[in-house]
């Protein structure tokens, strides 16, 4: 069934911060299915709107509505984010909480990354130099089993030596 513009618009209101009611309790207001309203918050969501689902505190949103709040809040001055803030009935505080925990989100990957990178470096040092030592002593094997094939031929055609006699 399709929903009249400003129904919509009345429901998407009710979803968003600083309201941020549950789809039971707009469903509970309006008696919208609460298919649709998943639908409309879905779709909220996917276009970079943070839209929580109902959780009484901010601090209880899901990791996705924080970042889209980080993401709509990044290049905000002090005065802009104060004013996007109380219309989302948040703290400022808060927010710059949330915009420093994305940034280092990825701090700790960085520094495993190098250290794998260094680790990898060295055992790849220590490979070559294993690759190294094998082929030497293969060479040396190879010049051993030569040597005893050379003194079996000699042996068999001279006979074995015997100083005693």
């Known amino acids: 069934m399709a929903y009249p513009k400003h129904i919509k618009e009345v429901a998407i209101s009710m979803m968003l911060p600083p ?4 789809n039971n309790q707009i469903h509970g207001t309006t008696k919208i299915p609460l298919a649709t309203l ?4 879905d779709e909220l969501r996917s276009n970079g709107h943070a839209a929580p689902s109902g959780e009484p505190t901010s601090e209880q949103w899901n990791s996705r509505d924080k970042f889209l709040i980080v ?11 104060s004013e996007y803030c109380r219309q989302k009935g948040l703290y400022p505080e808060q927010v710059k909480k949330w915009q420093d925990v994305c940034q280092q989100a990825n701090g700790g990957a960085t520094v495993n990354f190098v250290e794998a990178m260094h680790r990898e470096r060295e055992l790849e040092k220590e490979l070559r130099q294993v690759k190294k030592e094998l082929r030497r002593k293969d060479a040396a094997l190879a010049e051993t089993a030569a040597l005893l094939v050379l003194s079996k031929k000699a042996e068999a055609i001279w006979g074995t030596h015997n100083e005693d006699t």
């Open 19 to 22: 309201i941020s009611k549950t």
């Open 71 to 81: 993401t709509e809040s990044i290049t905000m001055n002090e005065a802009e984010l």
């Open 38 to 41: 998943q639908k409309w918050r």
